[in-house]
């Protein structure tokens, strides 16, 4: 009887561990999260699996800001209000681009403000996820955030209470924010936020993007991925038309250190794709969005760059973030068939997507 027990155990054991082998997806496994009628900029997820996304600016829809509530489905966030028409008044969401929900469930939102014909103020916005509530906001002046910004990605430093915003603009620079004295500066000027002498081919089609005087020329776009490290020390940041990561001590953005510290400090940190968003894992990992091949690329903390995966779906991977467990969390949004990129008409075809890839890493919600 005992020995028939033990095996009975035993059985129920190997059972239990089959099905929890088999629940945990294979590294490089893709989810479709949504797929909407809609355009999505950046998408940011929750601990507890909530889903949002901003609505890109160069493909306007009824929203600017959502919440994903189902596979064809979403509401706008924090309310109707907030989502108005674009240009309406300082207290809408006119050009929201990049989000980030923090380790406090405070949803960040940069709104650059100036996109087309609805221009105004960019801005510095924080929800709280739950009760939906405005909880921070910073009006940028136009010496941190001049009249050809492009304020686009961002990483949130919950702990000391600094953001940093990566502008991909004309003279493209980092902004920071110290939430405490509500005050934020600029530092531009130097060759690593600048775009590298790289070409954007998708699809087989070198990208176009407007230049001096609205000439079309190939695409040449600085500064855009932006992350930090775990325990908020290394700020990393690399240009979208370029293939090398920097690293910079955030702490001296913190200090206030003058510009020639900063610039002195930057160091090569690794390669990179042409990449328009970027994620740094807990264990020091990076994820980029992969341009070119659709897909997304992994540079271990040892230094390799390599493949994570390839999906003819991905066709413009633009942001990723961490939600819970290994969850990459990946918009995708055609965008190089804007005719901002291709000097023609709009090619896009929904449904455009909200993904996520399971990275098998551990990974930072809010990073």
């Not at 082998?21 to 490089?28: M, N």
């Not at 489905?73 to 674009?86: L, V």
């Not at 509530?133 to 919950?158: G, M, S």
């Not at 000391?160 to 493209?172: E, L, M, Q, S």
Request: charged share 20%; glycine share 10%; proline share 8%.
């Amino acid at each position: 009887m005992l020995n028939q027990t033990l095996a009975a155990l035993a059985a129920a054991l190997a059972l239990s561990t089959g099905v929890a082998q088999a629940q945990t997806p294979a590294v490089g496994t893709v989810e479709i999260v949504a797929e909407l009628d809609i355009t999505p900029g950046n998408v940011t997820a929750s601990k507890d699996g909530r889903v949002f996304a901003s609505v890109h600016g160069m493909r306007r829809g009824p929203v600017q800001l959502i919440e994903i509530t189902g596979r064809h489905s979403y509401k706008p966030f924090p309310d109707a209000s907030w989502n108005a028409r674009p240009g309406s008044g300082p207290n809408v969401l006119n050009t929201p681009h990049g989000i980030l929900i923090d380790g406090k469930d405070r949803l960040w939102v940069i709104d650059h403000g100036n996109w087309m014909d609805q221009p105004q103020p960019p801005k510095l916005l924080a929800f709280d996820i739950h009760t939906r509530k405005l909880v921070y906001r910073h009006d940028f002046n136009h010496t941190v955030a001049p009249a050809e910004q492009i304020l686009q990605d961002l990483a949130v430093d919950t702990e000391r209470g600094f953001i940093y915003i990566a502008d991909c603009g004309p003279n493209p620079a980092i902004v920071v924010v110290d939430m405490k004295s509500n005050t934020a500066r600029r530092f531009a000027g130097h060759p690593s936020l600048a775009s590298e002498n790289v070409d954007l081919v998708v699809e087989g089609k070198p990208l176009l993007f407007p230049g001096a005087g609205g000439v079309m020329g190939p695409a040449r776009v600085g500064i855009n991925p932006i992350t930090l490290s775990a325990d908020g020390e290394t700020l990393y940041f690399g240009a979208m038309n370029g293939l090398t990561w920097y690293s910079v001590p955030a702490r001296l953005f913190r200090d206030n250190a003058s510009d020639e510290r900063i610039g002195a400090a930057i160091r090569r940190a690794g390669r990179k794709p042409i990449s328009d968003g970027a994620a740094t894992d807990a264990d020091g990992n990076h994820f980029f969005t992969n341009l070119p091949d659709n897909g997304i690329d992994m540079l271990t903390k040892q230094g390799e760059l390599r493949p994570l995966v390839r999906d003819a779906r991905f066709l413009w991977p633009d942001n990723v973030h961490f939600g819970a467990d290994s969850w990459l969390y990946v918009a995708v949004n055609q965008l190089h068939r804007n005719p901002i990129f291709n000097g023609a008409r709009d090619e896009g075809q929904p449904p455009y997507l909200v993904a996520r890839v399971w990275t098998g890493t551990h990974g930072q919600p809010g990073r």
